[in-house]
Nanobody, 130 residues
Framework: QVQLVESGGGLVQAGGSLRLSCAAS????????MGWFRQAPGKEREFVAA????????YYADSVKGRFTISRDNAKITVYLQMNSLKPEDTAVYYC???????????????????????WGQGTQVTVSS
């Protein structure tokens, strides 16, 4: 089990960029698949992006493809979410999530399911003004 701490949220104008970070402050990062989810007011928490331990595979929600990039630095036990061309509909609390997974699942839907993750951060607010 790891403790996850997000940072990097804030207020930005539409079309701007932000980079979120998620650091593991306790526990080991080894074999952890990491994901980003978001939750807007009055809506369910939804999948944004995921990256497997090796960084060899990444997955994105259709709504962020081509604008967001997930990456990781295992030496720094940190996962990043670079968000470009932000839109007001990207406004949400963004959560980092992790799951120890030694063998990647072949079905990409596994990574998009919030129930697949056991460790969660407290979230960081991202607000995009129009």
């Amino acid at each position: 089990q790891v403790q996850l701490v997000e940072s990097g949220g804030g207020l930005v104008q539409a079309g701007g960029s932000l980079r979120l970070s998620c650091a593991a402050s306790k526990g080991t990062f080894t074999y952890y698949t990491m994901g980003w989810f978001r939750q807007a007011p009055g809506k369910e928490r939804e999948f944004v992006a995921a990256i497997i331990w090796s960084g060899g595979f990444t997955y994105y929600a259709d709504s962020v493809k081509g604008r967001f990039t997930i990456s990781r630095d295992n030496a720094k036990i940190t996962v990043y979410l670079q968000m470009n061309s932000l839109k007001p509909e990207d406004t949400a609390v963004y959560y980092c999530a992790g799951r120890r997974l030694e063998t990647p699942y072949p079905d990409h839907r596994y990574y998009m399911n919030r129930g697949s993750y056991g460790d969660w951060g407290q979230g960081t607010q991202v607000t995009v003004s129009s």
